[in-house]
């Protein structure tokens, strides 16, 4: 986009009193589907690909707003609040430009929102070091079978503070995120996930090893007792250099065993330190506390299980995770 001030501020640029600092180098487009305009009207306009994917003239489509974007060079796209856009097909959205990051405003009911309206709907990252902001997502059909495939080419993808939801009953993600062997580096960050259906899965699928993924101050939970006690978070054979740190995990399974993580096999590597998780199950203090958490080869420290509501978590006793 061109600017009235094409060489910059040299002292800084100051806006009622608070400095304005861009600590990106690419280019920002804005989207917005929803009736409300731009608060400069009558100059802000509603939604369209054929705008220029300004503020006062935004694209219409997460979509479209990827194709306006170069690799590697920064770029933000803002998806401004009461957004909501539906995908309806497989590969529904195409994240194959490297280096984006979208930001989703607004909170609550207004949050900006993609939803899953089919049960082939799906998200496809293809490219490296994309990067998701305060995005909401909406499993809106029953059994979206994998909402989000994150390929081998996803390396360095980022999910931070986002929610992951259903619109209502018997709607509900099969998977998540399914996750190819070698796709790596990816970081999950105060994420909210909510399955409150019977036929959920998992949130995070890994296919193969991924290596340097981190799960921080998540909260996970199944408010229903699932057709299948599949885990939240699995893997089919390692997690390497991991750390899964300060989670919560709640399902209302009344066997805790094999509900929350499973990472495959004993070439874990990494650590997993103040999580908690809890079940309605009244053995979780024994051997089914350690296989809910089930991350052997890793070192562990100060994680927690409940077995009840109404209660405190105690602390697992040292090698529970072997």
């Known amino acids: 986009m061109s600017s009235n001030y094409p060489a910059g501020f040299s002292g800084g640029l100051t806006v ?9 180098p690419g280019q920002v487009f804005w989207v917005n589907n929803s009736t409300t305009a731009s608060h400069l009207a009558p100059k802000g306009v509603g939604g369209s690909n054929n705008n220029p994917g300004t503020y006062q003239k935004p ?3 997460i979509e479209y707003a990827i194709g306006k974007c170069s690799a590697g060079r920064g770029d933000v796209i803002y998806v401004m609040p ?7 097909a497989a590969n529904g959205i195409d994240f194959d430009v490297a280096g984006i990051t979208v930001i989703g405003l607004g909170e609550g009911s207004t949050q900006a929102q993609v939803r899953f309206t089919a049960a082939a709907a799906s998200i496809t990252i293809d490219a490296a070091d994309i990067t998701w902001v305060n995005m909401r997502f909406t499993a809106a059909f029953a059994d979206v079978a994998q909402a989000i495939d994150l390929n081998a080419g996803g390396d360095g993808f980022r999910s931070i503070n986002c929610l992951y939801d259903e619109e209502e009953a018997n709607e509900n993600y099969v ?8 796709a790596n580096d990816l970081r999950f960050h105060d994420n909210r996930y909510f399955g409150d259906d019977a036929s959920n899965d998992s949130f995070f699928v890994g296919a193969g090893t991924c290596d340097k993924t981190e799960f921080i101050g998540n909260h996970f939970e199944h408010d229903t007792a699932q057709t299948s006690v599949i885990a939240i978070l699995r893997s089919a054979t390692a997690m390497t250099n991991c750390r899964l740190l300060n989670n919560t995990f709640v399902t209302a399974e ?10 495959t096999g004993t070439a874990n ?4 330190g103040g999580n908690t998780v809890c079940a309605l199950d ?15 080869g890793m070192f562990g420290g100060q994680n927690y299980v409940a077995d009840a509501v109404d209660k405190q978590s105690i602390l697992f006793a040292q090698g529970d995770l072997t």
């Open 16 to 24: 009622r009193g608070v400095p304005v600092d861009i600590p990106h």
């Open 59 to 61: 694209f219409q489509t």
């Open 82 to 88: 009461n957004h909501s856009e539906a995908v309806s």
């Open 175 to 182: 998977i998540v995120f399914g996750v190819a062997d070698g």
């Open 254 to 263: 009344t066997v805790l065993a094999a509900s929350c993580v499973v990472f």
């Open 269 to 272: 590597t990494g650590f997993a």
């Open 282 to 296: 009244s053995d979780a203090t024994a051997a089914n506390a350690t296989s809910a958490l089930d991350v052997t």
